[in-house]
């Protein structure tokens, strides 16, 4: 009797191959299913954060290209445009000194509040959907990704139950001094390294620590001795952790620094015994994480000091800068429970740092109290009161008078690097620390029994809800004209050549820079919004020097007047264009008294070409 059917797995082996993926593809999805049940929780909260950070800034998402946050245009212009130069990584045409910027001198990418990492990393984000929708993305995800960092760290390293640490992580990622500087800060809000740079550090310290003798041990025992490999893993991981972020924002980084060498000396003063055990494997890890940084960061360290157009000082006015002392008992006015007339107490919108609000204040106080004799909340409370103090910039400031009493600030002023950091972000650093004081508090509280465990959560949920954000708010901006979005621009300069927009981008008006972002960074512009060694002696400066022209068609946008043009001017207008190696002029429609200024170009360089929405000239 005979059959077709295959009677043995060698008749058939393909069925055998089939059904043995089957398996593995039902393995798998078992296994992936146990992790997301193992993690629900951890994953709901990284869902209510995510769905935060997306209403926070829901203003910009119906039309990122036409939608702009409001209290801060000007940066957000200047961002935009570092994204879309530092997306020319993926196209290979990226260096630290850009030339689509600052014709004919460049710009000092490192010099800058770049965001180096975060816009190689999105690069096909900007390319695809342009640098618009990378901006509204990133200043999403800087707050959902901070919060979510801390609450891990919280989580994770202090062993903290979930409510605690997501009332601390929140804090971190949403807080005053996060939401003032979403307002187009990317490099500040951009923090979800940090505490990988904290775990890290004590995942560092706990690994050189060889322990206790025991009491029952002999005189000739010996402890096990530092974990040698969890040190050099820690140390290689510290090196591209802090490598990243100095390529994302060195001042944050700066930041983090100083808070932990408080808290370490702080932690050492409390616990000498530690401290012998452990500093000479620790100095050694923290030695061998720095070389390893250096290794990759000593050139572009070098480029942004020494390099050119590099500037080594700060640009900004420490007294100028500096943190009202008042500012601390009140509420940020992008809190619900916020009011104009507190923004007198700082420079801007942007400047909340240390709006921490009176009722946070007194509940992290009586929690540091509460929670014990602890190293930790000694080193926290250590740590607030110093970064606090520094906050307060060269000399005290009460309710905007200035009070002529020297702060803390003044015994740092004019150091190398030190000056480069505004006082008032000093206070960006208590987030952390305030939301550690809290989680330590709370986890206690549910830790144990009676009243302190409904008391203690309740109180700190009450100091937090005056700070509850609302939404950034945002505006309607101008389209970028459709002689840029329809590539006609190609038609008056070749790629990587330089176009001259009118009026030119300034620090206070850099709205032409949106035409080359829009553009992919395809052309260079002169002059802009950049800092740049233009200050007296070479000193840094905002911006650089205005050429005759430029100055004249700037004033021509400003007042509408037509100015007399004679064969001076036309001879200074081709030094100009001369100079910064301009191969065409372009003037849109919507420019302001763009009339006047059209009448003015052709006295300057002739008649002009219409290409779509613009006026041209070649040079």
Partial sequence: MTSAAPTTPDAAPDQVFRSDDQVDRRTRAVRLLAA???????????????????????????????????????????????????????LGDFHLLTDRLNAPDGVNLMANTTVIALGVVCAPITLLLGAPTTFALLAAANLAGTALAWYLLFHRTLRARRLAAALGGGLCGFGPGMISQSNSHLHMTAQWLLPVIV??????????????????ETAHARPAGPDRRRMI????????????????????????AVTLLV??????????????????????????????????????????????QGVADGMFSPAYFSADLSSWWAISPLSVAGSVEASRLTTGPAEYNTFLGWPLLLVTAACAVWA????????????????????????????????????????????????????????????????????????????????AGRLVPLAVVAA??????????????????????????????QPGGVLVP??????KEPWPMRWAAAADAGFGLPEGFFIGPYGRGGTAAMGTFKQPTSALLADVARRGDQPAIGDEQRRQAARDVDFWGASCVALADDAPHADSLRATLEQLYGPATRVADAWTWRV
């Fill in 502 to 507: 009118v009026p030119l981008p300034t620090p």
């Fill in 464 to 493: 937090l809800l005056p700070l509850f954000p609302t939404p950034l708010p945002t505006a309607a901006r101008p389209a970028v004209p459709e002689f840029i979005t329809g590539g006609h621009w190609r038609q008056c300069v």
């Fill in 263 to 308: 808290m370490a000396i702080s932690y050492a003063v409390a616990d000498r015994e530690l401290a012998r055990r452990a500093l000479p494997g620790f100095a050694g890890g923290l030695a061998i994480a720095a070389g390893l940084a250096l290794l990759v960061l000593g050139y572009p360290l070098w480029f942004q000091f020494a390099g050119p």
């Fill in 372 to 451: 014990g004799r602890r190293r930790l909340v000694r080193a926290c409370v250590v740590a607030a009161l110093v970064m606090g103090a520094l906050s307060l910039g060269p000399e005290v400031v009460f309710g905007g008078t200035r009070t002529a009493l020297p702060g803390p600030y003044a015994l740092l002023a004019g150091l190398p690097v030190v000056d480069g950091a505004l006082p008032m972000r000093f206070g960006l650093a208590l987030l952390p620390i305030v939301a550690t004081l809290l989680v330590l508090a709370v986890d206690r509280a549910l830790r144990g029994t009676g009243r």
């Fill in 233 to 256: 893993s820690s140390a290689v991981g510290l090196a591209a952790a802090v490598t990243a972020q100095v390529l994302i924002g060195e001042e944050v980084l700066f930041l983090c």
């Fill in 199 to 216: 775990w890290l550090v004590v995942r560092l310290l706990r690994a050189s620590d060889p322990g206790p003798t025991t009491p029952d």
């Fill in 36 to 90: 997301v049940r193992r993690h629900r929780a951890d994953l709901l909260v990284a869902v209510v954060w995510v769905a935060l950070a997306g209403w926070l800034t829901h203003g910009l998402w119906p039309d990122p290209d036409g939608r702009t946050l409001a209290l801060n245009p000007e940066d957000q212009a200047l961002y935009e445009w570092f994204l879309a130069v530092d997306a020319r990584a993926l």
